[in-house]
């Protein structure tokens, strides 16, 4: 089988990753219990899982000129991915996401920074690198304008996009018509479909697994039972294995099983990255049952 080609569009951050046993309310200080900087960014998580299960990424997107843009350069690198299509963005901070871990689930708050400035004339400019994709990847922490931009590009010259729509932002309807899947969580789909289904969504659930419609009847993947560390990223890590999977030719109900799988892998270890699985880990877990 041809290694895939996969292209993500989108967010690099450094994670500012707090864990607490008591989330603050308003005007309160509590003492947290660990604090970690981790490589994240929806964008960078979803290039990492899809060139860990063996595809051959590249990432598009910028960093700023501060010391986080260096390491998280780095971290990309040292996962196989091409990076020549991130530059440091001067005057500018790399991306941020401030983390709370607390009762093994997340709040997150970004700030864009560098994601900020990936536009639409830099997509432009270097699409070529694009073109060549099998698939492409877009998540919603880069500019509106970027995002509308790239899905017309894949549209137009047929190569299939899957949108994963966080944080939720609304597009109109021709957009959302021009992805090939869209991703959300649950509340991201009540956000901006409502109780909508159909045979572009996909819709994560968490513990009740995964939704999607194929040959034009709802299906459902159940989610599987295994001990949580930390569930950030475990998003992204759908989002990559599925782009892998579809991009192998895998009909959508073994890619969505797939993903799934290496899913719940995910959740293992702290940090998005940190327990994303390599291709062997997730055929070995799904062989298990
Ligand atoms: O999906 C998890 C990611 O969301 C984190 O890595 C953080 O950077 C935010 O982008």
Redesign the pocket.
Known sequence: MNQPKITVIG?I?M?LVTETDIVPVQGETVRGTNFQTIP???GA?QAVAAARLGAEVTMIGRVGDDQFGDVLMDQLRKENIQVDHIDHVSHTPTGL?N?ILSEQDNR?I?IAGANGKVTKDYIEQIKAAILTSDYVLLQF?IPKETIFFSIELCHKHGIPVIVNP?PAMELDKATWEKATYITPNETERQQLFGNQHNEKLIITKGKQGVSFVEAGKEQEVSAHSVDVVDT??A??TFNGALAVALAEGQSLTKAVTFANAAAALSVGEIG?QGGMPTREQVEQFLEKG
């Open positions: 967010s951050n994670d994240g960014g929806k998580n996401a983390i997150i970004i922490e966080a950030t990223g998003g992204d998005a």
